[in-house]
């Protein structure tokens, strides 16, 4: 997958794309519904598969004070895309510039002259350009004799729940990460470099690997049974383990560190990528009178986790993340 940061002066491969356009955080099925729709599309023309994004997140602009919110930072949402087979990404960047750019400019300069679309797909609910002026209505005017378009209405599970960030963040804040599997078709994970921590856990049998959340949601605080995914040279080996996700009150902690022990690995993993994803929640985050209680409920923790895998052992939505290739292959109804 090729990556732009600009839509000025492109080489000839990186235009006339069938673009989806979209900020994609998640890459949930409702998102890789439309990729989908757009790389059928591509094929019909012989054309590149492009997705274009907003990179930071338009949010994180307009409202710069509130708390870190993002399912997938640009990482993961690269190599998500990269899973799905997408060709092309376009990541703008998004100041105060580029939030001034008028809808009808955005598709004339961006959508026609920059990069040349020869189709675009998107949410029938996206809206674009200074103000949010632009919406479906506008695109379908200003595509008319230029490239052709394709909205994708709202997609939802059996159940009625509708494919949408804000339904995923609202089940990982609430401690349902296995309800925001379902809509994402996979384990919600998160990533980042193990760093130094006090190592208080390998004086109790217990070591740790810690990263911060950094930009990622903060989900609900407590301890989770997790695959952990130890990334080196760009391939991943998964384990099963546990995380605890919190503030460590027992020791005064501060701040949203991400805690993870994983079964059965003895390493050094200082400075390693890694990326933890969540499988169920086993118990909020609670203040122990010392150690040994500590040491007797992370082996509670261990034992329930372990439980836990048996019972969704064979389940392709709950298998680590690169381990299950027909899983990016799924796609909303």
């Not at 301890?223 to 952990?228: F, G, K």
Request: proline share 5%; aromatic share 10%.
């Amino acid at each position: 997958m090729r990556i732009y940061r600009h839509y000025l002066g492109l080489p000839e491969p990186a235009r006339g794309a069938a673009v989806a356009l979209g900020n994609f955080d998640g890459v949930h099925l409702g998102h890789q519904a439309v990729i989908r729709e757009m790389q059928a599309i591509a094929r019909r023309l012989g054309a590149p598969a492009a997705v274009l994004t907003f990179e930071p997140h338009p949010r994180h602009f307009f409202r710069p004070g509130e708390p870190a919110f993002q399912l997938t930072p640009f990482n993961s949402k690269v190599r998500k895309l990269r899973e799905l087979g997408v060709d092309v990404l376009y990541a703008f960047h998004f100041d105060e510039t580029f939030s001034k750019i008028a809808a009808e400019r955005f598709v004339g300069e961006i959508l026609i002259d920059g990069i040349a679309a020869r189709h675009v797909v998107c949410g029938d609910d996206f809206v674009f350009g200074h103000g949010r002026g632009g919406t479906v209505a506008l695109l379908e005017r200003e595509a008319a004799g230029r490239f052709g378009l394709t909205a994708i209405g709202q997609a939802h599970d059996r159940s009625g729940r509708n494919y949408s960030s804000t339904n995923i963040r609202r089940d990982l804040a609430e401690g349902r990460p296995q309800d925001a599997a379902a809509l994402l078709g996979r384990c919600w994970e998160i990533e980042g470099r193990v760093r130094e921590g006090d190592k208080r856990g390998r004086t109790i049998g217990f070591p740790t690997a810690n990263i911060g959340l950094e930009d990622y949601l903060v989900p609900a605080l407590g301890v989770y049974a997790v695959w952990a995914g130890i990334d080196r040279g760009g391939t991943t080996t998964w384990h099963p383990g546990v995380a605890n996700v919190g503030r460590r009150p027992t020791f005064a902690g501060e701040g949203v560190n991400v805690e993870t022990y994983i079964f059965d690995i003895a390493q050094d993993l200082y400075g390693d990528l890694l990326r933890v994803a969540f499988v169920r929640f086993l118990r909020p985050e609670r203040k122990f009178s010392g150690i040994d209680e500590i040491r007797a409920q992370i082996a509670r923790d261990c034992r329930a986790a372990r439980d836990v895998f048996d019972a969704v052992a064979g389940d392709a939505l709950f298998a680590p993340p690169d381990l299950d290739r027909a899983r990016n292959e799924r796609v909303a109804p």
